[in-house]
Nanobody, 116 residues
Framework: QVQLVESGGGLVQPGGSLTLSCTAS????????MSWYRQTPGKERELVAI?????????NYADNVKGRFTISRDNAKKTVYLQMNRLRPEDTAVYYC????????WGQGTQVTVSS
């Protein structure tokens, strides 16, 4: 059974940094396009960042995180990362990892709270 397990969430002050990790099991990881989404109560889940499969040469970001967040992948570790810098209170959300190669898989989510 495929599992995506996120980690690295927590409480951080505005302007701070966090790195989220998502590790996959039982997956031909390198074939999957990986992405991070986030969701706040009452709102739809939104795409934050996406990275292409194989070498991950192509990335794309939501406008409101561009220049602050960086997505990367390590195929040997079956892990995708989201480095988040200069965090803002509006970045507070549950962050979800997504893997897509025809079939789509989701992680269980990790809470990120940006507050002083």
């Amino acid at each position: 059974q495929v599992q995506l397990v996120e980690s690295g969430g927590g409480l951080v002050q505005p302007g701070g940094s966090l790195t989220l990790s998502c590790t996959a099991s039982e997956l031909l990881f390198e074939n999957y396009v990986m992405s991070w989404y986030r969701q706040t109560p009452g709102k739809e889940r939104e795409l934050v960042a996406i990275i292409s499969n194989r070498g991950g040469e192509s990335t794309n970001y939501a406008d409101n995180v561009k220049g602050r967040f960086t997505i990367s992948r390590d195929n040997a570790k079956k892990t995708v990362y989201l480095q988040m810098n200069r965090l803002r209170p509006e970045d507070t959300a549950v962050y979800y990892c997504n893997a897509k190669w025809g079939i789509v898989y989701w992680g269980q989510g990790t809470q990120v709270t940006v507050s002083s």
